[in-house]
């Protein structure tokens, strides 16, 4: 029975992660960047850069540090094909961003940050059909980053730097042994280190262009995995974040307007299979997921009393074949709209963005077409910070 149960857990275990927008990807890190549809990489104009373009930091003339938070609702319906309609636990999920630039002379700044990249979860119960998929899920990420931008011309900076990650995930779902169902979950955690390389060049006050890559990160998740009722054994998980290469193209006809475009893309292709490590043995889990793009578009109005204005909209591709579709992400072609608000004064300034993001998808010929259906997902994100240059 313990290894009848391992091998249905192992089948279906690492096809769930939380669920955003992109995977369990979270592009967006500050609001002065998601206002504008997180169109933003050439113009990484506050210590935020520390994510988004460390060659960005070139422009900190003084000391700055950061301080902000990302809150987000998600939901998540499901309309079955069986005639069955679930929803998701929608509750707010709450992620902290903090940035530092220190100027160490006239070329060089120095970035650090703490921020959330991966991230989130989703809570189905344990009344759905597709329980034996998805039931519970949540990654709890953390990433702190140092970072160097340099400025090599005028015109023309570099920057890079190191990343080290916090991954500690929780997976539920069940298994059915003799017809009866079991709980299972598997708990582990573990740190690992990624590096990030980028550009920014500005020809003119009128145009700038931004590249940044962030590697892929591996992790090894030591915990357990547990058959409730049954047993629970040490485990090992296979786990990582993909590569991200992105550009922009900044855009200021004058002073007062900013328009910028983005496109980013995202390596799920490197997420091919999993291995969860066992005492009973090992089992090669697939996904078999496909690399996206991220396109996004914004803009920004200042006004000379201080005020901001912005504006964006990002469409972001599904990563996640019908195939191998987990209701634990549920990812699908979804469409984000922004705005925001701020305000700059003398030595501090703040800034606000919302967001809301919509899609529907319909999914056919997923693991034992457990979830053939119609995922429907309506999100609500708040983002806010407060910016202190000394």
Known sequence: MKHKACLLFSATALSVVPAFSNGFYVPVQAPEATA??????????????????????????SPEVIVGAYSIMLGLEAEMDSGNNYEADNSWAFLPQ??????????????????????????????????????????NYATAWAVLG??????????GGFGVHHADLKIGQFVNLGGNDFPTEFNGDDEALSWTLSTRWQPCEQHAFGLIYRSKTDFELDGDFEVTGLFDE??????????????????????????????????????????????????????????????????????????????????????????????????????????GVGRKYESFKWNFAYQY?????????????????????????LMFNCDWQF
């Open 36 to 61: 504008r549809g997180n169109a933003w990489l050439a113009t990484a104009d506050s210590a935020a850069a520390v994510y988004y373009n460390a060659a960005g930091l070139t422009q900190t003339e």
């Open 98 to 139: 903090i940035y530092a630039a220190v100027p160490i002379n006239d070329k060089l700044v120095a970035g650090f940050g703490l921020n959330t990249p991966f991230g989130l979860a989703t809570d189905w119960g344990s009344d759905t059909q597709f329980r034996y998929l998805a039931t519970e899920t949540e990654l």
């Open 234 to 339: 040490s485990a090992k998980l296979d786990f990582m974040t993909p590569s991200t290469f992105g550009g922009g193209y900044s855009y200021s006809p004058c002073k007062e307007w900013n328009f910028e475009v983005n496109i980013e893309w995202v390596n799920w292709d490197e997420l091919n299979s999993l291995t969860l490590s066992k005492d009973s043995g090992n089992q090669s889990i697939p996904f078999n997921w496909n690399s996206n793009f991220i396109y996004s578009i914004g803009g920004t109005r200042y006004f000379d009393n201080g005020w901001n204005v912005s504006a964006g909209y990002n469409f972001i591709e599904n990563s996640m074949p019908d195939s191998t579709f987990t209701p634990g992400v549920a990812d699908a072609n979804r469409h984000w709209l922004n705005a």
């Open 357 to 381: 993001a919509f899609s529907e998808n319909d999914v056919s010929g997923s693991p034992g077409t457990l979830a053939d259906g119609t995922f429907k997902s309506r999100f609500h994100g």
């Open 150 to 159: 340099y400025k090599v011309t005028d015109t023309f900076s570099i920057g």
